[in-house]
């Protein structure tokens, strides 16, 4: 077993790779996604939305939680790998048909009929994706994630000009697929040159039950999961129409991706790395813990900003067409901020390998999401936004109940430990909104926001000595003297 300070070392340097994978594509990716907004109508982004929806739950069964059994288990093999490959393709194949077949139903039922097109084209997607899931599984395994930064940059850019040379072409709603779809077939073909892995003609039952093991509860959460979380989004096109699901979705893109940025740059670093500790609860624990601090950290100054200036940047970066977003995206902000302590505790279970525990919470906890969005579907799609971001508060105490027996971390502890960043950031963003009141130019009054946000709350972290500030000061400076 590899040492702990072995470890922590390759986690570190994970996560740096993560962050610039993440920041290189998503830069690209944003400057990409504002100019298709202000070329497209939101009209076009709601139909693609209804889309995704039903291509997120597909994902869940098409990935089965295979790619994750083995990047949980400690040994694994060439047989291993080949039965995930043929497993997962044999899915995909099933989900797709199904999709294809299903597509005139789903049009009916949203009265769109360019939805059946979309939704068969979008489809495709499932089966190319399974051709990369042991190579992105064995490059989690070696925390080597300079190949997943290579990968994205590259797919980023090219499906980012595809999409804009369509758009500009005037292809309207099919720009949004060709962007998506190439980006997904680029990103495999990257992936297969750098990770040199190819399947052979091998299968075993014996290790598919194995490895489904894991994989089966966990794709059981993942489903539960993905399809209460896109259930939002499905009521709001039934009940309501495309364009309320596209200012919403547009409200949750920007906070996505600063989440994303940081919450998914330590998450997918942080589940290969506790796996290979899940034998030391204490060490297990240490690293929960710091991941929960550094993570709040980092997230709640984040959140309360861009929630403090959402209207500057939503009229600045998208036009006036979108103002309707402004609610939803300041609402989300608080989702993401309440969500860190409930997903924290998921990704610790997972990684120890109790993915039973995270399927019999689910059905704990969605029967109540389901209460409260279908309460809130009759008010309005901000009253459904807000109930979601009340149904975090609720999930992060759900979740973190079994890690008091697993890990020995409460739930009280965990408050304790991320309530200093969270009150700070909430004090930093209502005097950010405040000035967000002065009557200048938005360039001008957005700067100002930012960079006096930024200042009152990393002074005030320094001044009060915070130890997620002082644990991420140590691990960067780690990290640049290993570099040297």
């Known amino acids: 077993m590899e040492q702990t300070s072995d470890i922590k070392r390759k986690t570190i340097i994970g996560s740096a790779w993560q962050l610039a994978q993440k920041l290189s594509s998503q830069i690209v990716g944003l400057f990409v996604g504002i100019v298709l907004a202000r070329l497209l109508s939101p009209n076009d982004y709601g139909l693609v939305a209804i889309t995704s929806i039903f291509i997120s739950v597909a994902g869940v069964f098409a990935n089965s939680g295979l790619g994750s059994s083995l990047v949980q288990k400690k040994d694994i093999d060439l047989l291993d790998c080949d039965t995930v490959f043929w497993a997962g393709l044999g899915i995909s194949f099933i989900i797709f048909s199904l999709l294809f077949i299903s597509a005139p139903i789903i049009a009916n039922i949203y009265k769109e009929a360019q939805l059946i097109w979309i939704i068969r084209a979008q489809s495709v997607s499932l089966l190319f994706s399974s051709f990369s899931s042991v190579q992105n599984s064995l490059v989690l395994r070696k925390l080597d994630f300079k190949k997943f930064f290579y990968r994205s940059l590259i797919s980023t850019s090219i499906s980012g000009i595809i999409g804009l040379g369509m758009a500009f072409a005037g292809f309207g709603v099919w720009a949004l697929i060709g962007h998506s779809f190439s980006s997904t077939i680029v990103g495999i073909i990257i992936l297969q040159r750098i990770v040199h892995w190819w399947p052979s003609l091998h299968f075993s039952i014996v290790r598919l039950k194995k490895l489904w093991s894991f994989g089966l509860n966990l794709m059981g959460a993942n489903l539960f999961g993905t399809f209460f979380n896109e259930l939002r989004g499905f009521l709001i096109g039934i009940h309501y129409t495309p364009s309320d699901l596209a200012y919403c979705n547009r409200g949750t893109s920007i906070p996505k991706l600063f989440d994303d940025n940081i919450r998914g740059t330590i998450s997918s670093v942080l589940f290969p790395a506790i796996s290979r500790l899940q034998d030391n609860p204490e060490n297990v624990k240490i690293s929960i813990r710091r991941s929960m601090m550094t993570t709040t950290f980092l997230i709640a100054p984040t959140m309360m900003l861009l929630s403090a200036t959402s209207e500057q940047i939503i009229l600045l970066v998208y036009s006036s067409k979108w103002a309707f977003a402004i609610p939803f995206m300041q609402v989300i902000c ?127 972290s320094y001044i009060f000595r915070f130890e997620s500030m002082k644990y991420l000061t140590r691990s960067i400076l780690e990290m640049r003297k290993k570099s040297l």
């Open 334 to 460: 608080f989702q993401y901020l309440f969500s860190i302590v409930g997903e924290t505790n998921l990704q610790a279970m997972n990684a120890i390998g109790r993915s039973d525990i995270t399927l019999k919470l689910e059905f704990v906890k969605k029967p109540l999401y389901l209460v409260i969005l279908l309460y809130t579907m009759t008010i309005s799609p901000l009253a459904m936004t807000i109930g979601s971001a009340v149904y975090a508060i609720i999930a992060g105490a759900i979740n973190a109940t079994p890690n008091k027996r697993l890990i020995n971390y409460s739930y009280w502890e965990q408050i304790r430990d991320v309530a200093p960043q969270v009150l700070l950031a909430l004090f930093v963003g209502i005097i950010v909104f405040i000035i967000g009141k002065w009557q200048a130019n938005i360039i001008l009054v957005l700067l100002l926001q930012t960079i006096c946000g930024l200042i009152l709350y990393f002074s005030i």
